[in-house]
């Protein structure tokens, strides 16, 4: 649909970054439903592909009567899933398309939850105002400055309130994106953060992601006046066949897919 022509490795502003993303979850937003909406369901909080769920990790705590934000929501599953444990949940993605298939699932489940269209690098909200912050995949690789992102949550925090974001497990970045045997050679150096940019044949940026590695993300967490307090690292569940794009058992058996940092505000 938006006739992609090539990869390239290039830097790119916030504003191509941005327009990039939303124009790609608009136009992907019916078929990554498709592909994978049964196993994210739609009132569930799965963190990330190796099937880590919110209620066996308890990496929110209790999230009774918290004010809570979820950021790249997506058709938000998450959300649903912590209003209904009792969550006072708005959830925040870039995407029109990714929101009404939010809108759709709140029809078909009763569960309704504020959604909010904007960017995860200028939160629309006092500061403050939220409890608990996370994201499962959702903003902060596809953002060009995630320093400005971890600065927003802080700001929206309130003194001891917490934020869990899990991303792509940094040392993925020097494989290519391939889930069988021509994703185990190493073809990049894991300190290149020239970003990864899918344009079509005009040279437009159709799909972008952002690298950081392990200490950058330490950096940008402590400069946001943020405590980082655990990094979880999934490991593959045994017995689990599923593929979902390069992740798969041969590359997880081996090594991390996903990274979710645990956080706190001070206070």
Do not use: K
Not at 94 to 114: C, F, I, K, Q, Y
Not at 162 to 168: D, H, K, S, Y
Not at 195 to 222: K, M, Q
């Amino acid at each position: 649909m938006l006739g992609t022509a090539g990869v390239v490795r290039r830097p790119l502003s916030a504003a191509e970054s941005a327009a990039a993303s939303r124009r790609w979850w608009d136009a992907d937003a019916d078929d990554y439903h498709e592909a994978h909406g049964e196993f994210l369901g739609v009132r569930d909080f799965v963190w990330c592909p190796e099937g880590l769920r919110e209620g066996d990790a308890e990496l929110l705590g209790d999230v009774r009567g918290a004010r809570v934000l979820e950021l790249g929501c997506g058709s938000a599953p998450c959300s649903r899933w912590l209003a209904e444990r009792g969550a006072r949940i708005v959830g925040l993605d870039v995407s029109a398309g990714m929101l009404r298939h939010a809108l759709v699932a709140a029809g078909a489940t009763g569960v309704e939850v504020p959604l909010v269209q904007a960017g995860a690098e200028r939160l629309p909200f006092a500061g403050a105002s939220f409890d608990i912050a996370c994201s499962a995949f959702g903003a902060v690789p596809f953002v060009a400055d995630s320093a400005a992102v971890m600065g927003e949550v802080a700001r929206v925090l309130r003194p001891g309130g917490r934020w869990v974001f899990a991303v792509n497990h940094p040392v993925r970045w020097i494989f290519p994106d391939d889930p069988g045997r021509a994703g185990l050679t190493v073809t990049q150096s894991y300190f290149d953060r020239t970003p990864y940019v899918e344009v079509d044949g005009s040279g437009r940026p159709t799909y972008v992601e952002h690298h950081r590695t392990i200490g950058d993300r330490v950096r940008e967490i402590a400069a946001a006046g943020l405590v980082l307090h655990d990094i979880v690292e999934p490991e593959w569940p045994e017995g689990q066949q599923r593929e979902w794009g390069q992740w798969s058992p041969l590359r997880g058996a081996l090594f991390p897919g996903t990274a979710i940092f645990c956080c706190r505000r001070p206070g």
